[in-house]
């Protein structure tokens, strides 16, 4: 009997298995489905309109009327020069952010105090907050029609995304490094150049080179609203109802969309290892 009591002595100090799921994680996922179920109904999606055979007919009627693709001399020249103002408008629009984010972020991950921390963060927050189209619009007012204010309006907000993302990563760092050079001599300056920035810069360079592949597709959109490049190409033949010319500067927008994120894709690999 001592022996069967020893054994369920032994059973129960040992550790048991933790839960399948804990009450924070199934309340969390349950909310998660409510909000779900929540939104569908909220929308009043009609299904049945929406599959429908006249929105079917339609819809191939519409698909129909971009083939062929237009493919003239004169049109892939312009259509060219339109992709090379789109990749410069992604390109300077990011690295302008990249620059205008990075010194902001030092501040943003709190080390210049508190203050100047939370104030950052708020004004990082408002620039990323405010949307491409609309920065766009405000720049159209002040710079005109062009690339020139669709390159403004990209680094506006990606300054912002950036900045977060840069200031959460300088922030999350080990600190033991910069913390060694200090205490053998090295300024605050010297330290951080040498060790924070130099732990963080590969996933710095990751984020910005992600951020280039949505600008190439946000600088596309922007010139919907007259920021040059092939959107306002898109938008101009779109409204003349010249479908097989809209095609072609729709393929070029794929050809260069998929061309920079493996070129991105690429460049991320290499620069990490």
Same mark, same amino acid.
């Given at each position: 009997?001592? &022996?069967?009591?020893?054994?369920?002595?032994?059973?129960?100090?040992?550790?048991?298995?933790?839960?399948?799921?804990?009450?924070?994680? !199934?309340? !969390?996922?349950?909310?998660?489905?409510?909000?779900?179920?929540?939104?569908?109904?909220?929308?009043?999606?009609?299904?049945?309109?929406?599959?429908?055979?006249?929105?079917?007919?339609?819809?191939?009627?519409?698909?129909?009327?971009?083939?062929?693709?237009?493919?003239?001399?004169?049109?892939?020249?312009?259509?060219?020069?339109?992709?090379?103002?789109?990749?410069?408008?992604?390109?300077?629009?990011?690295?302008?952010?990249?620059?205008?984010?990075?010194?902001? !972020?030092?501040?943003?991950?709190?080390?210049?105090?508190?203050?100047?921390?939370?104030?950052?963060?708020?004004?990082?927050?408002?620039?990323? !907050?405010?949307?491409?189209?609309?920065?766009?619009?405000?720049?159209?007012?002040?710079?005109?029609?062009?690339?020139?204010?669709?390159?403004?309006?990209?680094?506006? &907000?990606? /300054?912002?995304?950036?900045?977060?993302?840069?200031?959460?990563?300088?922030?999350?760092?080990?600190?033991?490094?910069?913390?060694?050079?200090?205490?053998?001599?090295?300024?605050?300056?010297?330290?951080?150049?040498?060790?924070?920035?130099?732990?963080?810069?590969?996933?710095?360079?990751?984020?910005?080179?992600?951020?280039?592949?949505?600008?190439?597709?946000?600088?596309?959109?922007?010139?919907?609203?007259?920021?040059?490049?092939?959107?306002?190409?898109?938008?101009?033949?779109? /409204?003349?109802?010249?479908?097989?010319?809209?095609?072609?500067?729709?393929?070029?927008?794929?050809?260069?969309?998929?061309?920079?994120?493996?070129?991105?894709?690429?460049?991320?690999?290499?620069?990490?290892?």
């Amino acid at each position: 009997m001592k &022996h069967t009591n020893s054994n369920f002595n032994e059973y129960a100090d040992m550790p048991q298995p933790p839960a399948m799921i804990e009450l924070k994680t !199934a309340l !969390a996922l349950l909310a998660l489905i409510v909000l779900t179920v929540a939104s569908f109904l909220s929308v009043n999606i009609d299904w049945n309109n929406l599959f429908s055979n006249e929105a079917m007919r339609s819809s191939k009627e519409f698909l129909l009327g971009f083939a062929p693709p237009d493919l003239s001399s004169n049109l892939l020249n312009k259509v060219s020069l339109a992709t090379l103002e789109t990749l410069a408008m992604s390109a300077l629009g990011t690295a302008i952010a990249a620059a205008f984010g990075l010194a902001l !972020a030092v501040p943003a991950s709190g080390r210049f105090g508190i203050i100047a921390k939370h104030g950052t963060r708020l004004f990082l927050n408002f620039f990323r !907050a405010v949307p491409e189209l609309v920065w766009a619009s405000v720049m159209l007012i002040a710079a005109g029609l062009g690339p020139f204010a669709g390159t403004i309006a990209l680094a506006a &907000h990606t /300054s912002g995304v950036l900045g977060r993302l840069f200031a959460e990563t300088l922030e999350n760092l080990p600190k033991e490094c910069e913390s060694t050079l200090r205490i053998n001599g090295s300024s605050a300056t010297t330290a951080f150049l040498y060790a924070s920035l130099f732990q963080a810069l590969p996933q710095l360079l990751s984020y910005t080179l992600y951020r280039w592949e949505n600008n190439i597709r946000a600088a596309a959109i922007l010139g919907v609203v007259g920021a040059g490049g092939l959107g306002q190409m898109l938008k101009y033949h779109l /409204s003349l109802f010249q479908m097989p010319t809209a095609a072609t500067v729709i393929i070029a927008m794929l050809i260069l969309v998929a061309m920079v994120d493996a070129l991105s894709l690429w460049m991320r690999r290499h620069l990490t290892d």
